[in-house]
């Protein structure tokens, strides 16, 4: 049982580029989101997801693209990288109804963009 | 913006309690008080939470008030590995989009030996 796990850990890119930022879950919760955090800052969520098919957006989407197309999975696409992406992403998980209230999260993915 | 207020830091001596405060004055009645805190640069981790009444677990209790405005989360016998920072987080219940963690800039404690 992994949990959540992400990948890479890190990233380097140059202004312009595209990448991926992998998030994968082996708990079979419906909901996933990603967050970014910057220096000295608390989290602000990006994107967010309550089931396969489901997205929506958080407080700061501008610049991120997500697709759902399976439980255990949720992506987080940089269409065109800039500086100011420069930052940590977390991605987590937890149950939509009943259950648990705690919400798990990944180990971060540490991106910079020249 | 973050429903709640905490102070930006906090010092605690090894072995002792420590004690962070976390208003939220304008909490609703369907509202959970959250703590979760994050160890360096690792992702957040899950405490406690509580809606009226207090709660322990193994890690930690959360006394909130009477009128909910503003809760104390203890950690009863603080060690090195506490240092960390402390999100206090309201929200309501688990359901769907209104269960979204908005967090603020949470509480920096430094437990020092």
């Known amino acids: 049982n992994a949990g959540v796990t992400q990948t890479p850990k890190f990233q380097v890119l140059k202004t312009g580029q595209s990448m991926t930022l992998q998030c994968a879950q082996d708990m079979n919760h419906e909901y996933m989101s990603w967050y970014r955090q910057d220096p000295g800052m608390g989290l602000r969520l990006i994107h967010y997801?309550?089931?396969?098919?489901?997205?929506d957006q958080g407080e700061v989407p501008n610049g991120y693209n997500v697709s759902r197309s399976t439980t255990e999975d949720f992506p987080l696409r940089l269409l065109s990288a800039a500086p100011s992406q420069t930052s940590v992403y977390f991605c987590?998980?937890?149950?939509?109804?009943?259950?648990?209230?705690?919400?798990?999260f990944g180990p971060g993915t540490r991106l910079t963009v020249t | 913006d973050a429903k709640t207020t905490q102070p930006p830091s906090m010092d605690c001596a090894e072995g002792r309690a420590a004690n962070l405060p976390c208003n939220h004055s304008t909490i609703s009645g369907n509202e959970y008080v959250y703590w979760y805190r994050q160890i360096h640069s690792q992702g957040p981790q899950y405490i406690i939470h509580?809606?009226?009444n207090n709660e322990t677990n193994e890690m930690a209790s959360l006394i909130i008030t009477e009128d909910r405005k503003s809760s104390t989360l203890i950690l009863p016998h603080a060690t090195l590995r506490d240092t960390a920072v402390y999100y206090c987080?309201?929200?309501?219940?688990?359901?769907?989009?209104?269960?979204?963690?908005?967090f603020g800039k949470g509480t920096k404690l430094s437990v020092k030996p």
């Open positions: 987590a998980t937890r149950e939509v109804w009943g259950g648990s209230f705690e919400q798990y």
């Open positions: 987080i309201v929200r309501v219940g688990n359901g769907g989009s209104q269960g979204n963690l908005i």
């Open positions: 997801s309550v089931g396969a098919g489901i997205t």
């Open positions: 509580g809606l009226k």
